[in-house]
């Protein structure tokens, strides 16, 4: 037998002889005299301690001092009801002695005394409670019930519904102490899961309503991969320097004001005019030519209609697209005339 063992049983030994200290001398000695032995042989077999297997040493000197009528054998170890038992008294008492200490802080010799006062309100709490719970159980609107037990969120049948829980559980709480052991014994269990299920809804309100003030929402922006802007007039012609504003006359900032060159370098740009990157326009038209420097086929004048040598042209009038061939005259003083008379003022 080890060492730890054998202290087990000596401490055992020894709060079961106190426990029967009232005995004779002689008497206890007797009884307890092959206790050692019965004890190794408790321990030997396994399956836990002394007191798991024996119960508690008082426990065991109560049920040896039923056997002071007759000596030789030992009681058999306590039944697990008598266990439960045991551990209840034990915390009745203790429960007894708090009450006892707490209650001159509320002003009563127990707290019980205060307790008592408060029963009509649980009474009422109680009908409440009951009356939330049957109309979460019979709703399905889908709506929040809200602090009223509303049925498909009628206001009429909260009203009755509620009164009908309080003056039932009103009812009930005045007749509860004339119930025998079982019914009043379900209906404080029925009481303990209806408080369990309302502090489990009250706990989700609180947490709905808590996070309600905001939600993480993500929204797609359609402009996310918008790196610069070109602007195009009626005729398709790029627009350089564009600013673009809102009706409110804030400018709109679309892109990243930078551009990239052939070996990936970035350069800012500060103006913050559109297009950022001309060179990367996706659309151009191909340059136009200037009309003052240069004539196309239809610019020139008939070959047949040039002036031969010694003649001077007459200039057409307005509206006018083609030069007359009566404005071409042999050379002499009335053509000359007839030149100056018909120029465009």
């Given amino acids: 037998m080890t060492t730890t063992a054998q202290d087990e049983i000596n401490l055992y030994v020894f709060a079961v002889r106190a426990a029967l200290g009232d005995l004779p001398e002689s008497l206890r000695d007797e009884l307890l005299e092959d206790l050692p032995e019965h004890l ?98 019979l709703d399905d609107s ?40 079982w019914p009043r014994m379900s209906l404080y269990a029925a009481s303990v899961i209806l408080v369990l299920v309302a502090l489990g809804g009250f706990s989700s309100a609180d947490s709905s309503t808590r996070d309600s003030y905001y939600t993480d929402v993500n929204y797609d922006n359609p402009y996310s991969n918008i790196e610069d802007l070109f602007v195009y007039d009626e005729q398709g012609r790029l627009v350089d320097n564009a600013r673009i504003f809102d009706q409110n006359g804030e400018p709109l900032r679309l892109g990243n004001p930078y551009c990239t060159d052939e070996t990936g370098a970035y350069t800012e740009v500060e103006t913050l005019t559109y297009p950022y990157c001309p060179g990367r326009a996706p659309y151009r038209l191909p340059e136009q030519a200037d009309p003052a420097t240069s004539a196309g086929p239809a610019a020139s004048a008939d070959p047949a209609e040039e002036a031969s040598p010694g003649t001077r042209p007459v200039p057409a009038p307005p509206g006018s697209s083609r030069v007359s061939p009566s404005a071409t005259t042999e050379p002499g003083p009335s053509a000359s005339a007839a030149a100056t008379s018909v120029a465009p003022r």
């Fill in 142 to 181: 889908g709506q929040p019930i809200g602090l009223l037990p509303r049925i498909g969120g009628s206001e009429v049948v909260a009203l009755l519904l509620l009164g009908i829980g309080v003056l039932g559980s009103i009812w009930l709480g005045r007749r509860s102490l004339r119930l025998t052991k």
């Fill in 40 to 137: 190794a042989e408790v321990l030997a077999d396994g399956g836990g301690t002394l007191t798991e297997r024996l119960g508690s040493p008082e426990a065991y000197a109560a049920d040896l001092r039923g056997t002071a009528g007759f000596v030789g054998g030992f009681p058999d170890p306590p039944s697990r009801a008598h266990q439960l038992f045991e551990l209840r008294d034990q915390a009745l008492v203790r429960l007894s002695a708090v009450d006892a200490r707490l209650g001159p802080l509320l002003g009563y010799s127990r707290v019980s005394e205060f307790l008592l006062l408060l029963r009509p309100a649980w009474w009422v709490l109680r009908g409440y409670l009951a009356a939330m719970v049957l109309a979460w159980m």
